[in-house]
């Protein structure tokens, strides 16, 4: 398997050296050069197997630069019951006919990014442990990124991180979980702008191939592909827990079809559901993608009107779903280029060009095209809709959920079908966004033992400008 840029850059590489390496030398963004396509046979094959199993079955049709028993051994490493309490690791949760919420915030970090992070961590050990190599990771995060990220590079040989996040931005639990870890191999960045201007400081120093290569610099955002192919697995694992039991009332498919299911996910980045859509190439059932945003609704104008138009800080919310506050989406350019019938020289002039110089471009055809070839549809909730969609689930169902995961199950309610079964994607535990949940709620989520007091605990962070400078100097004086 060789991997392509969405910028049309000639060289194919393997997965292991865009593991370490994050963008593409042209800025692009790596995707496989074709997607490996799975059919019935194969699906009721891996219907039975564990987490970790499907996990490595899926892996291994995009990573052949490492032995299958060495990544057999990875997978069921990181996928294990003891680290997220579950036999099942991500269990379905039918909340009433046809809706189901998926748990993806079982791992150490409450969020669903460890379901991604924690495995990356062993790939990178792994990577740098057969070349002798170190790595510095430099990421950006809104929210649970950061965290999921330093609780899976803590301590790992030959890893140092570098996590810039937006100054005030995020929930006091969420600071509190990475400024609290005094790990010598984590750096807390805190940037003085909001979570877009983080965005661009990795994409300046990740373009900027002298440093990048003087210091090693890779990435743990989204739009390494390590990231997104990780997560490919929790939709399939859904998949199969939803269609467990034939549906009462399926769609006339035709005799012999395989069942479909619909995903609702919340998405700022646009990661989360892009690999929603790499499940969906490889030939997984998925009827419909919907894609809820907050406030911050440029991915929802997209699919409404044709219209990516990126806003300034100045444009950019400041949420009770702070996770999303993001106006630029980083992972929106891979499915673009799907979208483009993978024209690099196009999709190099839409982002690179015209979006740098207006702040926006136009597709139109191609919206339906969205719609009607690659299943999405979109929606937006705000403020009043969260604490509505949180009472509403806690009175009616008995069940908690924080303010991201009730923007999914708001914007899944508008595009139900009685014949398709709806999984709302979980993005994290309650406890994270506990003020609004004592709002809509009048009381205090459950926290787990472990985070006891953490908002308490001495602070390990470093306030820096909105400024690629300020951050290549502060990489290169720890890295001396």
Known sequence: MLY???RGHPDRKHFCE?????????????????????NAATLAKWRTLSYAD???????LYIDDIPADDLRALARKTYTEQVYGTKEIVPLKKLEDGVYLEALSNGPTLAFKDMAMQLLGHLFEYELARRGEELNILGATSGD??????????????????MTSPRGRMSPFQQAQMFSLQDANIHNLAI????????????????????????????????????????VVYYFAGYFQATERPHPNPPPEGEGAMPKVSFAVPSGNFGNICAGHVARMMGLPIDRLVLATNENDVLDEFFRTGVYRVRGSKETHETSSPSMDISKASNFERFVFDLLARDGAKLRYLFAEELAAKGQFTLGAEVLQAREHYGFV?????????????RDTYERFGTMIDTHTADGLKVARE????RVPMIVLETALPIKFAATIVEALGREPE????????EALPKRVTVLPADAAAVKQFIATHCA
């Not at 499907?54 to 291994?60: H, K, N, P, Q, R």
């Not at 040989?157 to 570098?162: A, H, I, K």
């Not at 979109?378 to 949180?390: F, K, N």
């Not at 595009?415 to 009685?418: A, F, G, S, T, V």
């Open 4 to 6: 392509v840029s969405t």
């Open 18 to 38: 865009i593991l370490l390496e994050g963008l593409a030398p042209d800025g692009g963004l790596y995707l496989p050069e074709s997607y490996p396509q799975v």
């Open 54 to 60: 499907l996990a490595f079955e899926i892996l291994s």
């Open 145 to 162: 990124t950061g965290s999921a990220a330093e609780y899976a590079m803590r301590g790992k040989q030959g890893v140092r991180v570098f």
């Open 192 to 231: 003085e702008g909001v979570f877009d201007d983080c965005q661009d400081i990795v994409k300046a120093v990740s373009n900027d191939l002298d440093f990048k290569r003087k210091y090693r610099i890779g990435t743990v955002n989204s739009i390494n592909w390590a990231r997104l192919v990780a997560q």
């Open 378 to 390: 979109s929606g937006r909730s705000t403020h009043a809709d969260r604490l509505a969609t949180i």
């Open 415 to 418: 595009h139900l079908d009685p």
């Open 447 to 454: 926290r787990p033992a472990k985070f006891a007091g953490i």
